[in-house]
Every structure is written in C-alpha cells, then in structure tokens.
C-alpha cells in the first residue's frame, strides 16, 4: 500500500461529501473520497423532477431489492439506492425534514450523550441556509439549501384547509423540534436545480489540492493490521487497488453497504463470518442488525378538476409549457418535484408527538417514478414515524459485488399494523372533509370496497414500499448494549482508526426524511475526528520524553 492519505472516505453521498468538504477544509489532510459511482453528470440529478427518471436509473441507482418479506404477502420490495457523486441526496424526493426533538433525546437517553436535540440543532443550523430567514432554530448561512414551495397548488391549499378542519395547524417550517402541522414542504433545491450534498459541500471543494475523488470506485473491503483499520481494497476500471489510510478510515455508504463492508472485513457476527470463511477481526453481534424503514402507503384519488401534475405530463403542449416554465424562470412543477405538501399528524390517542407523515403529491402513480395514470390524479402518502419492526442486512457470500441479503419486516409487530391501518383512515377521513372533499371525484386505490381493518391492512401488505429511509444497521450506543456498533463519536467499538458515518448509526429511525439528518450527523462527526486528532497530539506532547520513542513504535 505505498499510496496512502491521512483519511479515506467510502461513499460520496449524504455523509461521505460533508466529511471531503470538512476534513479537507484547512489544507492540512489529505483526503480520498471513493464513491462506486460516475459523477453526478446527468441532467436528471440536477432538474428536481427528474427522480422520477432516476428511480430505475441502471447508472447512478443500486436499484436493490429486499428479499421476500413474509409480512408483505411473500413480496420482493424495490429500494432504490444513489450511485452517483451525491449519493441518495442525488435521487431522493428533496424534502427538508430534521425530525422531532425527541427523536435526539432518545438517542442520548439510550446511552448516547451529547445527542440530545440541543446538541445537534446549532449543527442543524450550521449546515443550513434557510430562505425563511433567521431564527431560534434556522441556520441562513449553511451550504445546504432550505428553499420554500412559493406557488400555491389548490390541492395543497385544499389539504391544509381540510387538516386545519380536523385540528392540524397550518405552519411554515416543519422543523422547530416540535414538527405538528401542515403546509408545503421546504425542499433541498438551489435556483430552480436540485441542491445535492455533491452540489452544496463536494463542488466548493474539489479543486483542493489535498482532496481526491475518486469515482468508479467500488470498495471491496475495509483492511486491518491487528485489530487497526489501515486501508481499504477497492476495483476501479478492471483493477483491484489498496490505498492506505495514516490515521482513519469512514464508512459512509449507508444502511446497506455499509455494515455489508464491515462483514466483508471481519467486523461482524462471528457465526455470519465464518460461514463465508471470512476471518474474524472483531465479533459484533449487531452489524446489520435493528435494519428499520419508513413503510409508505399510498392511497390514489381522481380529482375533478384538470388540475394535476398528470394532466400536465400528459399532453406535449404541457409538458413543453413545464419545460418552458423551468429553462426560462427555474419555475414550474420541474423546480419544484413531486411531494409539495405535508403534514405531521396523531393518529394515535395516546401519542404524545406526530406519529404520522403525509407526503401529498399531485399527481398519481402505481409507485414512486412510475408512469402516472391517465387520469387527472393525486397521492396521499402515509408512513408511520417510528416503526418498531426490525429486519437485517447480511451477506450472502463473500463476494463484495453482490449485493447482501437486506430482510426489512415490515409490519412485523402489533404496533405497526395497527398505527398504518390507523393511517390509512385518517387518510380518507382528511380526503372527505372539505374543501379538500369538494376536489376528489373517487378513491382509485385502495378503493371504496376495501372497508375493514383486516381488508385495509391486506392492502397495505399488497400495496406498500419503501420511502427510501433504510437505517440502524450499525447502530450507536455504549459498549453494554449487545448490538452496538459504534460509541457516541461513531467509532467502531473494539478497532481503532474506523468510523462509520450515515443512516446506519441511528439506533432508532428519525420521524421523518432522513438526507438532513444524516448532513448533521456527518458535520458532527467531522468535528469528532478533528477533535480527536487534537487530543491525541496533546497526550504526545504530554508524555515524558522518554515514553514517546515506544509510543511512536506502537503506533
């Protein structure tokens, strides 16, 4: 391994770009940043509709499917994965969402301190630039971008006057902590164009001279000498390479590949391992373990009025007008995607925060990014917040192109079924309460035949997918909990000089979109590993001189 930097970076995505940013922001590191995929060159990343192109896009998409899951009638669900400069941030839905306040609390009460709600916001605020202005909450002077839906939409006007019939209040910004409400979402858009971790914290930063992105560049495995990350293996263009890493190495390739990695390089349950005659490095039970995901639910409705994104997509003077619309003023449905409305709601008496989240979409669909029917349309989406199914993510063989064996469970508890089947009504109880009543014409799916609780959560099994927020594989918490993977400042408990930075260290799922959070807790933890090479020279220039000739041998 004669080419070596000081830190190597796995995945350009939501983490893996904030860390190049960061780590490599005073010129005295160097940093390698390898992401599987091209750039992010494709004019459909960059045009905030186009994730519909870029859902089963064979280039900057995984593309992954779950194995069949028994609790969704034996089927096989699509999760659509980046694989692009951007990662995730570079096809997602762009909604700006932070979660609830005691979402964070949870995490420091389960033996995480320093992860309470006030200890991450001023991070929230740092890496935000919010165009609503500044605030208690708001961050105005961050790279990544909160921009305000400014045209009104009369479905979205619609639901917020029907929820505002059944209580929910009408708010601006979702993301005080608190979160009850409804109103049009914020989105992670710049000028009309998608505004992707790529774009916010990667493109300032990739002329350093200390910064190196590499792209198709597929990491194979994470390489240890003793129990000390040193490097990683990876192929790029046909050829297998080693590159060393002089102080750490940082996993951020999400709920997936990340923990995959770890299993690939003897981190992980021994038992797993050693069946695919993997040498074990260190024995962690709960690598690919607590896997959670949002389950979506989308109930379609024909509206009355030609007043919808399908009636637009359409015809070829619509989609022209769209187009015109977005070249011209970067305005139009193109600037804006597809989910404008939101809404944070009980659905649950005896919940005490939001249990619920809508993403209302004016136009309609069998999935996400598929071709929208041939009617005028609009989608109510619902997805419990805090699920408490578990699944896993495991190899399936030792080979690291081929993708591990990801088991959701969806609706594996009582819980779940019940607060989805909850959802769905309220759904229905919202679209037949004016004025939003007066704008629905029918309920398409899951249709007026399907009535009772079991009928309704048949539909859900039958119906339901991903809303792309797979989390908790290589969950955070102190070293007394059996499936802890990393401590409070994301190191690999039992290695030295590994870290694993993105969704798969929330020991419990966010209420809400995971892209911000995973942003602060990136900016986070490049402070970490700043910090922490801070101390390590002030315990250097502490010791007695003569301590330090075997203290540099160690090392």
Request: proline share 7%; hydrophobic share 35%; with cysteine.
């Amino acid at each position: 391994m004669s080419d070596a930097v000081d830190y190597i970076v796995v995945g350009a995505g939501s983490a893996g770009c904030v860390l190049a940013n960061r780590l490599s922001a005073n010129g005295e590191h160097s940093v390698r940043l390898l992401e599987a995929g091209p750039p992010d060159r494709s004019p459909w990343i960059h045009i905030p509709i186009g994730y519909g192109k870029t859902m089963f896009h064979k280039v900057v998409n995984w593309g992954y499917y779950t194995d069949p899951d028994p609790n969704m009638l034996g089927r096989r669900i699509y999760w659509p994965r980046g694989r692009t400069l951007g990662g995730s941030s570079a096809i997602n839905g762009l909604i700006y969402i932070r979660g609830q306040r005691r979402d964070y609390d949870a995490w420091a009460a389960a033996g995480n301190p320093g992860w309470r709600w006030e200890d991450c916001l001023p991070y929230f605020r740092k890496l935000e630039n919010n165009d609503l202005g500044p605030g208690a909450t708001r961050g105005t002077e961050g790279p990544l971008n909160a921009t305000s839906i400014k045209t009104p939409h009369p479905l979205v006007e619609g639901l917020i006057a029907a929820a505002g019939t059944l209580g929910v209040p009408r708010v601006q910004d979702f993301n005080t902590g608190e979160q009850d409400g409804v109103g049009y979402y914020q989105l992670t858009t710049r000028n009309g164009r998608r505004c992707s971790t790529a774009v916010a914290y990667l493109r300032p930063a990739q002329d350093r001279a200390n910064l190196r992105i590499e792209t198709g560049a597929h990491a194979m495995a994470v390489l240890f000498e003793g129990s000390r990350a040193v490097g990683v293996r990876y192929r790029q263009g046909g050829q297998v390479r080693t590159l060393r890493a002089r102080r750490e190495v940082l996993l951020c390739a999400g709920a997936l590949q990340s923990p995959q990695l770890l299993q690939l390089s003897g981190v992980g349950p021994a038992a797993l391992l050693r069946q695919f005659g993997i040498p074990v490095i260190r024995d962690l039970p709960g690598v690919g373990e607590n896997l959670q995901d949002h389950l979506q639910i989308r109930l379609i409705y024909e509206t009355r009025q030609p007043i919808t994104t399908n009636d637009q997509l359409r015809t070829w003077h619509g989609r022209v007008g769209m187009g015109l619309q977005w070249l011209l003023f970067r305005g139009g449905p193109l600037a804006v995607g597809i989910n404008q409305g939101g809404l944070f709601c009980r659905v649950d008496p005896a919940s005490t925060s939001p249990d619920t989240q809508f993403h209302f979409a004016t136009l309609s669909a069998d999935m996400a990014g598929g071709k929208v029917h041939p009617f005028s349309g609009c989608t109510y989406s619902v997805c419990q917040l805090r699920p408490s199914s578990r699944g896993t993510v495991r190899l399936r063989s030792a080979d690291p192109f081929e993708a591990p064996s990801m088991q959701p469970n969806y609706l594996s508890t009582e819980l779940d079924r019940r607060m989805t089947v909850a959802a769905v009504k309220y759904a229905r109880r919202l679209a037949a309460t004016e004025p939003l009543a007066g704008l629905m014409k029918r309920e398409f799916r899951p249709g007026p035949e399907v009535q009772g609780d079991d009928e309704i959560l048949h539909f859900c099994r039958e119906y339901g997918a991903t809303i792309f927020h797979p989390s908790g594989t290589a969950k955070m918490g102190p070293r007394s909990d059996p499936l802890a993977v990393v401590d409070e400042r994301l190191r690999v408990h039992g290695v030295d000089g590994l870290r694993v930075v993105d969704c798969s260290i929330m020991p419990t799922l966010v209420s809400g979109n995971t892209n911000v959070p995973v942003v602060m807790l990136a900016e986070r933890a490049a402070d970490f590993i700043l910090q922490d090479l801070q101390a390590a020279r002030w315990r250097a220039q502490a010791q007695p001189q003569a301590e330090r000739p075997a203290q540099k041998q160690a090392a």
